[in-house]
């Protein structure tokens, strides 16, 4: 094994790079032996198995709510383009009402 304190940081990070790359190109051929061997098991039985395009491509993880729009719940009464989802920090035109004692379910859409 390599003693890693001895190598400066340039050497450091091309050593991480180059296991990056290994591990990355040890995980996709795994990745087309065991579709391989999930095909010739398939057609053993007589089972026909496709693989979406994209299953040859490890997945990158990404949220499946980026981009999705919330619904208003509150409106102000006297100006309709102040709106609050609910999220998030209380807007200041609503602080300001429930101040003068008004009810937060006044204002729900």
Same mark, same amino acid.
């Given at each position: 094994?390599?003693? +890693?304190? &001895?190598?400066?940081?340039?050497?450091?990070?091309?050593?991480?790079?180059?296991?990056?790359?290994?591990?990355?190109?040890?995980?996709?051929?795994? %990745?087309?032996?065991?579709?391989?061997?999930?095909?010739?098991?398939?057609?053993?039985?007589?089972?026909?198995?496709? @693989? &979406?395009?994209?299953?040859?491509?490890? #997945?990158?993880?990404?949220?499946?709510?980026?981009?999705?729009?919330?619904?208003?719940? +509150? %409106? &102000?009464? #006297?100006?309709?383009?102040?709106?609050?989802?609910? %999220?998030?920090?209380?807007?200041?035109?609503?602080?300001?009402?429930?101040? #003068?004692?008004?009810?937060?379910?006044? @204002?729900?859409?």
């Amino acid at each position: 094994m390599t003693d +890693y304190n &001895h190598l400066s940081e340039l050497e450091l990070q091309a050593v991480i790079e180059q296991a990056e790359k290994a591990l990355k190109d040890k995980l996709t051929n795994k %990745r087309k032996e065991v579709l391989a061997q999930i095909k010739e098991l398939a057609a053993s039985i007589n089972v026909a198995v496709e @693989f &979406h395009e994209l299953a040859d491509k490890p #997945q990158e993880s990404k949220s499946a709510r980026v981009g999705v729009k919330v619904p208003v719940k +509150y %409106r &102000h009464p #006297q100006q309709p383009e102040l709106t609050w989802t609910g %999220r998030g920090i209380m807007p200041k035109w609503l602080q300001s009402l429930l101040d #003068q004692g008004r009810d937060k379910s006044e @204002f729900e859409v």
